[in-house]
């Protein structure tokens, strides 16, 4: 496929900067070659426009002079650069239809247009929607839906009573509706107390590899619309998360804890359980949230990365820390 | 299925207080309808006791008086409500015998009273017992032993050499005894050591989606009887986990780690190889323990969330700590 | 299987210290019976050389002395262990061909010595090497490229273009080559950024139990030769990891970060996208890398683990630390 660079600006109503050009392709500034398109967003990338061999590169207004050949202004780089990668993926084409070696049971229900690939199997009750790509090894138990367009690229497991919106895209290994983890302690023993509720997903949310979101206790699990987790992240029972928020790798939240709409949680925090997470509250990376954050602002933890001999002066330190403040408020008084 | 307050209270030696009534469900405070029985556990909820609709509410003697209606009295009100709970649970009735789909070894041995669901597979050597449920997909190697009653949900792998106690419960995802990661360094590249060793559950043990566990390096990690892992923890080569152990989803233990009974041990936690903690050890949630620690007692480490601007500033003093407590004795000494 | 330790010494260049003796096998000193060689390269298992009851243990020169019965003395005694070991690991036997339950794409190429296990599916333009063993339930997509002699152990995700080299070895539940996270935030909506790249392994690389390696956004995620990685890893798109390097379990790398060869990552440590970490640098267990670390070097954060009362008190004046800091400087002053 080769697309003239003016196409893209009227299409995405970018500002061509530089005579028209055929493009075929996306790539990075260093890698660009003359038929393809490369894009500016982070500025840690910008000492690289110099050299850059790309046919064109779309950037923001400001950038804008220190492209040497042809660009596309933009007011916001990355997602038009999005749009336009978009345009050169090669999606895989529905495959309508079951395949012979899935197995689906008699009261299931699978849209005619929908794509069952290889050793799949669903559950009694299960409705699966128009145009629902579920690859292979994808195993999907009683009163799930997924909704129309919703993708499940391979081996997702939908344990059971498990909704998806429309468009959501869940990738390999990601597990929804396993039981939460709730136990009474009883006589010495732990008692298991049933996981009776299910999962509910908005509409084009997408679930990362290996994440897990637990089943509800008695009530839903809930993300709503646009959610995106990335990988290996754990969701626990009765978490409720808002539209827009987006969670980095490895986040793992605490059973019944709210998170408010357009939050930014990075890879690697904790947050626990019963709290509440206001709206657009960014969380810094590897941060243990123990209490509730009102939104908007923005959230830390932890100490600095340092040499080991350093942090272990330090972080010995830290042991005292309570005894040394204690000795100079002393100190202040008797200089007083 | 309708049960009468009275024969619930019978039944699990409750006090019913107010007339008798019948049920059909279980749910929360918030949303229990006049049918339903809710329960209280967590004081942070107490408020919602004054507007329940529930038909009855499960509570400890200190609370009753705060139930606007009906109520069971219990000296353990989460322990009954899940007992009462697991009254109204849909479980799957185990569908004996080998999905056709399936693929088992001639030399594994299956129960016929098991149920091996649709695209398992079965190696040699492996004995599954009574009343064994293997959901979709389950992979058993060579030389597993599963006890009467275990179920795996779906898509379980058991590598090899995994024996499972009586009634123990694994959720999707979860791999039992994949390689430990035993490396020696030689003439500059690593040399794989050779592993093993097996794993080995007790009764009652369950695993969440997404955990692992590592077959040991030489002898078998284990872990005794009830022993209750989240979802996502990683359990390394020949650790030790004693009887009614309780861990949080994400947590990871290293190598050749003994952690006690009665643990109760948080989300996110790091605990590194070759220690001992001791029996009835709570570790808080995201600690990193780098030596052996003696139970009964609480631990933790880390530092407390803040808004960002407050945590730069403290998190760059604590790379000065070292340098500002010498300085401060030194002040210390002159002031003398 | 009977070696007599003089075949071993003279195999590996040890040293037989002692009568010769056959042995059938390899154990702990602890269990080692008189018919099997144990090892100690670790010093906190050194008291237990008085009363091993192994036939012969692997020593460096140093501790010689400190066995009572014989000893092969080596230079590096576990690696010598290792391969050791490995004559006593029975491998499961390559069982050539493509098991009957296996879907394979007719424009995928099976080397005719791989084995596919049952209930694989491979995708068209995959390439499967010689001597390649796929176990139960791998799923392989488009474009993907198995170098010769590597293994799958079981149920292990390729999602699409992952080349690895020979001799790769990957355990179960991993998922190799999905999407990384990329989004772009236009209009109050997340778009997703299709991620073009691919993954690629060099030769003798290990990838642990449901760890996940993104692909790439328009490069490839890379991994050199030799590269270890444990379980539950997750690999952000676009990070390259040089040679020989070896990251423990619950690890999390951010997108685009590069990690030089020959480093040692612990367990849970969390590295930020973007990042250059040089060659040989060695990271503590659960840090949080948040700038460029230049090799060789050692590096940590974090606080040590203490009894929750004194870190209570400490982690409360952690929040003051900057205005204590402050204050005492002004005392210094005012002492002046």
Same mark, same amino acid.
């Given at each position: 496929?080769?697309?003239?660079?003016?196409?893209?600006?009227?299409? $995405?109503?970018?500002?061509?900067?530089?005579?028209?050009? &055929?493009? =075929?392709?996306?790539?990075?500034?260093?890698?660009?070659?003359?038929?393809?398109?490369? %894009?500016?967003?982070?500025?840690?990338?910008?000492?690289?426009?110099?050299?850059?061999?790309?046919?064109?590169?779309?950037?923001?207004?400001? !950038?804008?002079?220190? *492209?040497?050949?042809?660009?596309?202004?933009?007011?916001?780089?990355?997602?038009? $650069?999005?749009?336009?990668?978009?345009?050169?993926?090669?999606?895989?084409?529905?495959?309508?239809?079951?395949?012979?070696?899935?197995?689906?049971?008699?009261?299931?229900?699978? !849209?005619?247009?929908?794509?069952?690939?290889?050793?799949?199997?669903? /559950?009694?009750?299960?409705?699966?929607?128009?145009?629902?790509? @579920?690859?292979?090894?994808?195993?999907?138990?009683?009163?799930?839906?997924?909704?129309?367009?919703?993708?499940?690229?391979?081996?997702?497991?939908?344990? +059971?009573?498990?909704?998806?919106?429309? +468009?959501? @895209?869940?990738?390999?290994?990601?597990?929804?509706?396993?039981?939460? %983890?709730?136990? &009474?302690?009883?006589?010495?023993?732990?008692?298991?107390?049933?996981? @009776?509720?299910?999962?509910?997903?908005? =509409?084009?949310?997408?679930?990362?590899?290996?994440?897990?979101? !637990?089943?509800? &206790?008695?009530?839903?699990?809930?993300?709503?619309?646009? *959610?995106?987790?990335?990988?290996?992240?754990? #969701?626990?029972?009765?978490?409720?998360?808002?539209?827009?928020?987006?969670?980095?790798?490895?986040?793992?939240?605490?059973?019944?804890?709210?998170?408010?709409?357009?939050?930014?949680?990075?890879? /690697? *925090?904790?947050?626990?359980?019963?709290?509440?997470?206001? !709206?657009?509250?960014?969380?810094?990376?590897?941060?243990?949230?123990?209490?509730? @954050?009102?939104?908007?602002?923005?959230?830390?933890?932890?100490?600095?990365?340092?040499? #080991?001999?350093?942090? +272990?002066?330090?972080?010995?330190? $830290?042991?005292?820390?309570?005894?040394? &403040?204690?000795?100079?408020?002393?100190?202040?008084?008797?200089? =007083?």
């Amino acid at each position: 496929m080769r697309l003239a660079l003016s196409e893209l600006a009227e299409r $995405f109503g970018l500002e061509l900067v530089g005579d028209d050009h &055929a493009i =075929d392709g996306v790539a990075t500034l260093l890698r660009a070659s003359g038929n393809e398109v490369a %894009f500016l967003a982070n500025p840690a990338y910008r000492s690289q426009l110099a050299d850059t061999q790309a046919g064109a590169v779309v950037v923001a207004e400001a !950038d804008r002079g220190a *492209v040497p050949g042809r660009c596309l202004v933009s007011r916001n780089p990355y997602a038009d $650069f999005a749009r336009i990668a978009a345009l050169f993926e090669a999606r895989p084409t529905l495959r309508s239809g079951v395949h012979p070696s899935a197995v689906v049971d008699p009261q299931a229900t699978i !849209d005619p247009t929908a794509e069952i690939g290889p050793h799949c199997s669903i /559950g009694p009750g299960t409705r699966v929607g128009a145009g629902v790509r @579920l690859g292979p090894g994808c195993i999907i138990g009683e009163d799930c839906e997924l909704g129309a367009g919703s993708e499940l690229v391979a081996r997702v497991v939908l344990v +059971r009573r498990v909704r998806l919106g429309r +468009r959501c @895209l869940i990738h390999p290994g990601a597990v929804l509706g396993a039981d939460g %983890f709730g136990l &009474a302690f009883d006589q010495g023993t732990w008692l298991k107390v049933p996981q @009776l509720g299910g999962v509910r997903l908005g =509409d084009d949310c997408e679930v990362g590899a290996n994440t897990t979101i !637990d089943r509800g &206790a008695l009530d839903d699990t809930e993300l709503e619309d646009d *959610v995106r987790l990335d990988n290996q992240i754990q #969701v626990g029972h009765n978490v409720r998360i808002g539209a827009h928020t987006a969670i980095a790798g490895c986040t793992a939240i605490a059973g019944s804890t709210t998170i408010g709409q357009y939050c930014l949680i990075a890879g /690697g *925090v904790g947050i626990a359980g019963h709290l509440e997470i206001g !709206d657009r509250v960014r969380i810094n990376a590897m941060s243990l949230v123990s209490r509730s @954050l009102s939104g908007p602002g923005e959230y830390a933890s932890g100490t600095p990365i340092q040499d #080991v001999r350093s942090w +272990r002066k330090n972080a010995a330190r $830290f042991r005292q820390l309570d005894r040394l &403040a204690r000795a100079m408020k002393n100190e202040s008084k008797d200089s =007083d």
